[in-house]
């Protein structure tokens, strides 16, 4: 694919893509200042570059196939343009590692002053990423339990009414169960068209939106000084979609999401480490050993069917009565996670594993993501010394210093194990193996 060329901030330097915050580009900056004061030239620069970034993902949609990996050249106008030079290449590795995708980034001096003094508070508590699933439930569960401070950070585009309705109602149960007031921040980010500044629509749109995670992220750093945290960010992600090995070969790279990958953690820490002159800001993942269904299992029993109220479906704003779709990856994960855990909600438009696949085309995405899921799970079955190193080959993604070799091929072996706990009810599944 060619290079495209995005430009963030009032100047369009030639690009195929101009984005303004405040014309097409809605950053959510004036929810931010409304929700904690004045910002500072830096949290505009990083608000704008967040924002930048993830309307640059929907702008840019990707071609097919061998094209299916976009080369990106941004140049994005900051007040602090030194202490961001600092980090460029940082910034590039870390958007490469989350979207697969080729980008270099530049930057240029806007009017202003920036920021000398990063004075940081120490007070104890943590903000959470909320995105109104399973894990981020969990996890502002067991904070909550512990007694700590705790704010739930969200992010919304415009539109999607269904995810910022999942996330208020998960947010309400958990206030409801442990009788106490959770602060909650939502800030919607999104492209639209205005004026003289248009946007693609909606039918010309990216939907993977893969940097998602970086503008997340860096919504929830700030809000973190802003609440006086010195330490902590948390991104709650079980294991198995945070370390995310492929399924197969046909979902390497691009074609899956990496939005809690360790090493992309490892680097957005760095960046807000320079950017704020923290060195002890921390981004930790508590979940990154654990499946899912043993994510679930930290939830009180009698809020476990509250789980109804949440969100792991991308198209449950699509689906009739926006139930969940039934059988993308994460609905497959999701339903074995509760009923392993002896929970069963009806909430799936496509009971799949009730459904007789074989009958399907193979093209089909009821039939491919289960068959695939059940070929990958085998793998990991019945992992021994003998046959260990083959495993290590398929899966080259294991060889990571982000995180534990050994402890990640446990944790597939146990998310193996609770999988066809879960399949041994339903014969339609087991005949495909």
């Not at 948390?234 to 090493?263: C, K, Y």
């Not at 069917?305 to 994960?333: F, Q, V």
């Not at 597939?412 to 399949?423: G, I, M, T």
């Amino acid at each position: 694919m060619k290079r495209i060329k995005v430009s963030i901030g009032v100047n369009n330097r030639n690009s195929d893509v101009h984005l303004v915050p405040g014309k097409n580009l809605y950053t959510g900056i004036q929810k931010y200042v409304d929700e904690f004061g004045e910002a500072n030239s830096m949290e505009e620069d990083l608000i704008n570059l967040a924002a930048g970034i993830f309307g640059c993902d929907l702008a840019v949609k990707r071609d097919d196939r061998e094209h299916y990996i976009r080369s990106i050249e941004l140049c994005v106008e900051v007040v602090n343009l030194h202490a961001f030079e600092r980090v460029k290449a940082v910034i590039e590795n870390a958007l490469y590692v989350v979207s697969k995708d080729n980008w270099t980034v530049f930057f240029f001096q806007k009017p202003g002053i920036p920021v000398a003094d990063f004075n940081c508070l120490d007070k104890e508590g943590a903000v959470l990423l909320f995105s109104g699933g399973i894990d981020s439930m969990c996890a502002a569960s067991e904070f909550i339990k512990e007694k700590k401070s705790l704010v739930l950070v969200s992010h919304n585009s415009h539109a999607n009414h269904v995810v910022e309705k999942c996330q208020e109602n998960v947010h309400s149960a958990l206030e409801s169960y442990y009788k106490t007031t959770i602060k909650h921040v939502n800030i919607k980010v999104y492209g639209r068209n205005q004026a003289r500044y248009p946007f693609p629509k909606d039918d010309l749109r990216e939907n993977t939106q893969r940097t998602r995670s970086f503008l997340f992220l860096t919504l929830a750093a700030l809000v973190t000084r802003k609440s006086g945290f010195k330490k902590v960010l948390f991104m709650a992600e079980n294991g198995q979609f945070a370390i995310h090995l492929p399924l197969n070969s046909a979902r390497v790279g691009p074609f899956s999401t990496h939005t809690a990958d360790p090493e992309f953690v490892k680097l957005i820490q760095q960046i807000f480490r320079t950017l704020f002159n923290n060195s002890s800001f921390e981004i930790i993942n508590p979940f990154l050993y654990k499946t899912k269904a043993e994510v679930f299992a930290v939830l009180p029993e009698k809020l476990r069917k509250d789980a109804e109220l949440s969100a792991s479906c991308w198209m449950i704003s699509r689906i009739p009565e926006n139930k969940h779709c039934g059988y993308c990856i994460p609905c497959l994960t999701r339903r074995i996670a509760m009923e392993y855990n002896n929970i069963f909600i009806k909430e799936y438009h496509v009971d799949v594993f009730k459904t007789d696949v074989t009958k399907l085309a193979d093209t089909d995405d009821r039939k491919r993501n289960l068959v695939d899921y059940l070929e990958f799970v085998t793998k990991f079955n019945n992992v021994t010394n003998a046959n260990k190193h083959e495993l290590l080959s398929e899966f080259p993604e294991l060889y990571n210093p982000s995180f534990d070799m050994e402890a990640a091929v446990n944790l597939y072996k146990r998310v193996a194990k609770q999988s066809f706990e879960v399949f041994k009810k339903y014969p339609k599944v087991l005949k495909l193996l």
